[in-house]
């Protein structure tokens, strides 16, 4: 199975932006759909970005376009997820995962905390 | 594509049926492969979410047999047949055919 790691996650200001990174154990996720979904402190799970196998295509909940850009590369086996213009609603755990359609595969996790 | 589950929590004694609701608000059937486009997912605490259920219906390799999932078009179910204490958790519904969206969750206790 593919395993994930994770890292970039912190303590940001407000404006503020933050980079994070998900590195996978095999090149097989070069073959899959890669995806960020995040989860606040007690809430529900919201998907964020995801981009296709290629990085040709990419697509944004309404809430981050403009603001986060999801790429990926492959000759890494990496994924990652700029975020620019933080606000407290950001504020989340953000996992990496992947699949074909489904996610398959999941990250432990990178907390990212926006405040002041 | 919004996902409403139902109920929010549940409780339910060990060794008993326990039942969750996905309704979304479009259909998730695709009418070129017709299939539906539907997942379920377990979120134990401090753990990413697990996939459970693809495709509706189709279960994941080594999860419980007791563990069901059924629907079409907007309706769905996931079904575990017979409790067991490590299945307390929150489940989550999801739709993959458009972008993806997930239901609000579903917290699953023993009673």
């Known amino acids: 199975d593919v395993q994930l790691v994770q890292s970039g996650g912190g303590l940001v200001q407000p404006g503020g932006s933050l980079r994070l990174s998900c590195v996978a154990s095999e090149f097989t996720v070069n073959n899959y759909w890669m995806d960020w979904v995040r989860q606040a402190p007690g809430k529900g799970l919201e998907w964020v970005a995801n981009i296709k196998e290629d990085g040709s295509e990419t697509y944004y909940v309404a809430s981050v376009r403009g603001r986060f850009t999801i790429s990926r590369d492959n000759a890494k086996r990496s994924l990652y997820l700029q975020m620019n213009s933080l606000t407290a609603g950001d504020t989340a755990m953000y996992y990496c995962a992947g699949g074909r359609d489904y996610e398959k595969f999941w990250g432990p996790g990178t907390l990212v905390t926006v405040s002041s | 594509i919004v996902m409403t589950q139902s109920p929010d929590s549940l409780a339910v004694s060990l060794g008993e049926r326990a039942t969750i609701n996905c309704k979304s608000s479009q259909s998730v059937l695709h009418s070129s492969n017709n299939r539906n486009y539907l997942a379920w997912y377990q979120q134990k605490p401090g753990q990413p979410p697990k996939l459970l259920i693809y495709?509706?219906?189709t279960r994941e390799s080594g999860v419980p047999e007791r563990f069901s999932g059924s629907g079409s078009g907007t309706d769905f179910t996931l079904t575990v047949s017979s409790l067991q204490a490590e299945d307390v958790a929150v489940y989550y519904c999801?739709?993959?055919?458009?972008?993806?969206?997930f239901g609000q969750g579903t917290k699953l206790e023993i009673k």
């Open positions: 495709w509706a219906s």
């Open positions: 999801q739709q993959y055919i458009s972008t993806r969206t």
